[in-house]
């Protein structure tokens, strides 16, 4: 398969990368509590980070199988099970939301390298991935392994949660076996096992609790829709119940209950009221406005981001701003054809759209430093 073409905005100033100015502190943060990381997890992090680096050449110096395969072995000694399926956080600072990233390696290492600089800012400061990050891009197994190496070197600043292509049946179609066995031969099955087992470890859901003060936001992110029952849609589901009883570590969401299926794949639809099902959308449904105002208003829940769905424009908006559709890669089966974007939500503050450009994120993030300057002074001025 072709390497992506560049995405002409997004040339990289080589010189430029968060990583290698991280401030001291923030080294040593990572580095105490990663102390009982395998040092693997680093070690191609910073590899991958560096061929980023080098024009996103992954061939000439490639990172070795037999790494790769140490690198999963101990991701899942890291997660041997799924403890939450869906993780409740609370949040003191801003939120970053970023959509599929389908092998999409060029914006997931601009996407990385700002929330670096922005973290090094902000502590406080989060990261949620909503899942898809294999198929449809040749360079997927970079991205899902810069991805998750990140998670495990900053983790409680980055989060992952599972999307419908961490998923036997979907990867076998649309190109991440494909990928592995035809650059691994044999090796890549063995390692496809590791990774397999990883993705059912993944939560489905996350919930922000953004805290101001007394004040609290409450942001649902889950990579398709909320969790519907098909024969009685219009009682809502509430979370901390349905928790516990969702069976979704499987490799294939064919074996997964209802809910978990409805919540890697349904979509949002304004046309409707209720939910629409059936075979002419592949299985998965869609849910009107109000099965979602029921069940946002019963989970007592501000706004939902999701991915899954792909718009030219990067984003999209759902049921009077209360939902976000994003995606986050330019490049999608071989072609450049999206304008990417990602979500800053920080309690307070509009919810707003950066474009996943180098100047874009660069303009953001020196808006973030002032407004953060501002702020820490005006608390100093109060005490
Ligand atoms: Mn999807």
């Not at 090094?120 to 991805?147: C, M, S, W």
């Amino acid at each position: 398969m072709e390497q992506p073409m560049a995405n002409p905005e997004n040339m990289f100033n080589l010189e430029h990368t968060g990583f290698h100015k991280l401030s001291s502190e923030i080294r040593e943060n990572v580095q105490s509590k990663t102390r009982t990381v395998d040092p693997i997890i680093s070690k191609i992090f910073e590899k991958l980070l560096s061929q980023c680096l080098e024009n996103f050449n992954f061939t000439e110096n490639p990172v070795l199988v037999e790494d790769y395969f140490h690198f999963y072995q101990e991701v899942n000694r890291l997660f041997p099970s799924l403890h939450q399926k869906i993780v409740t956080q609370d949040v003191f600072g801003p939120v970053f939301f970023v959509g599929d990233t389908h092998g999409a390696i060029q914006e997931s290492y601009l996407i990385i390298d700002f929330f670096f600089k922005v973290m090094e800012l902000n502590h406080q400061a989060k990261l949620v991935f909503v899942g898809d990050y294999v198929d449809r891009n040749p360079n997927d197994l970079e991205n899902l392994t810069l991805i998750t190496a990140f998670s495990i070197l900053c983790p409680d600043n980055v989060f992952l949660i599972r999307g419908n292509h961490e998923d036997r049946v979907i990867n076998t179609h649309y190109g991440f076996l494909d990928n592995l066995l035809r650059t691994y031969r044999d090796k890549g099955d063995d390692l496809y096992s590791e990774i397999l087992q990883f993705f059912t470890h993944l939560p489905l859901g996350h919930i922000s609790q953004m805290h101001s003060g007394s004040n609290i936001a409450r942001v649902f992110t889950v990579h398709g829709g909320i969790p519907i029952d098909p024969h009685n849609f219009m009682e809502p589901l509430i979370l901390s119940e349905l928790e516990p009883k969702l069976e979704c570590e499987f490799p294939e969401s064919s074996d997964m209950d209802p809910y978990s299926v409805s919540i890697l794949w349904s979509d949002p639809d304004e046309m409707i009221q209720g939910i629409l099902t059936g075979e002419s959308f592949d299985g998965r449904m869609k849910f009107g406005t109000t099965v979602f105002d029921g069940f946002m208003r019963a989970n007592k829940l501000d706004l939902m981001v999701r991915g899954h769905q792909k718009w030219v424009e990067g984003s999209k908006t759902f049921f009077n701003g209360r939902l976000y559709s994003l995606f986050s890669t330019a490049s999608y089966d071989g072609r450049v054809q999206f304008s990417p974007k990602i979500l800053m939500l920080e309690y307070g503050i509009s919810p707003k759209l950066i474009p996943v450009t180098v100047d874009s994120l660069n303009r953001d993030y020196l808006e973030i430093e002032t407004s953060y300057k501002l702020k820490v002074k005006s608390q100093e001025g109060e005490s």
